[in-house]
T-cell receptor
Framework: DQQVKQNSPSLSVQEGRISILNCDYTNSMFDYFLWYKKYPAEGPTFLISISSIKDKNEDGRFTVFLNKSAKHLSLHIVPSQPGDSAVYFC???????????????FGKGTHLIIQP | EAQVTQNPRYLITVTGKKLTVTCSQNMNHEYMSWYRQDPGLGLRQIYYSMNVEVTDKGDVPEGYKVSRKEKRNFPLILESPSPNQTSLYFC???????????FGAGTRLSVL
């Protein structure tokens, strides 16, 4: 049973436009959500996170939105740049509730391609 | 520099030949974890450890062993590798179990 779902395996966006990556989750105990970015031949790197008490967190060109009632989060990248081409993983945990000893639960990833 | 170091980066072996992939972190993190990444399947957790001498199975533990004798090291052991363990492996660590994890650069393993 997949608790974190990224339904788009790939997404192509023109340079300079907005990229929107989506993620859905089923476990209502998740209270901390993260996005990771992964280039080929490298490990995933932490990008941005949001706790369940917030509905938005912004860091430069990256903004994560959380809709708890819909169990949905999204990552917005504005403006998109060629260096943003990578695989993006959504992850979730029960960080504040004290559960989830196994740490982070990851989605399968979305391959973002920024077209020049 | 804070980092998670895995070795080797690339490994080709044959079925049944025991191997160990090492992982070390210099951030004094309590939580460490191993993942494998396969096409279309994303990151799947193999084993995790919440502290020294405390390890537990993740989603895909079959065919793997781990140990946590020191806080900084968390080796992944394949006692008798099989071709279905050909994959890209990542070690990760974090300050607590639900917090952001820091990943190593990965180990690409091929079992012939």
């Amino acid at each position: 049973d997949q608790q974190v779902k990224q339904n788009s395996p790939s997404l192509s966006v023109q340079e300079g436009r907005i990229s929107i990556l989506n993620c859905d989750y089923t476990n209502s105990m998740f209270d901390y959500f993260l996005w990771y970015k992964k280039y080929p031949a490298e490990g995933p790197t932490f990008l941005i996170s949001i706790s369940s008490i917030k509905d938005k967190n912004e860091d430069g060109r990256f903004t994560v939105f959380l809709n708890k009632s819909a169990k949905h989060l999204s990552l917005h990248i504005v403006p998109s740049q060629p260096g943003d081409s990578a695989v993006y993983f959504c992850a979730a945990s029960e960080m504040y509730s004290g559960g989830g000893a196994d740490g982070l639960t990851f989605g399968k990833g979305t391959h973002l391609i920024i077209q020049p | 520099e804070a980092q998670v170091t895995q070795n080797p980066r690339y490994l080709i072996t044959v079925t049944g030949k025991k191997l160990t992939v090492t992982c070390s972190q210099n951030m004094n993190h309590e939580y460490m974890s191993w993942y494998r990444q396969d096409p279309g399947l994303g990151l799947r957790q193999i084993y995790y450890s919440m502290n020294v001498e405390v390890t537990d199975k993740g989603d895909v533990p079959e065919g793997y062993k781990v140990s946590r004798k020191e806080k900084r090291n968390f080796p992944l052991i394949l006692e008798s590798p099989s071709p279905n363990q050909t994959s890209l492996y990542f070690c990760a660590s974090s300050s607590s179990r639900g917090a952001e994890q820091y990943f190593g650069a990965g180990t690409r393993l091929s079992v012939l």
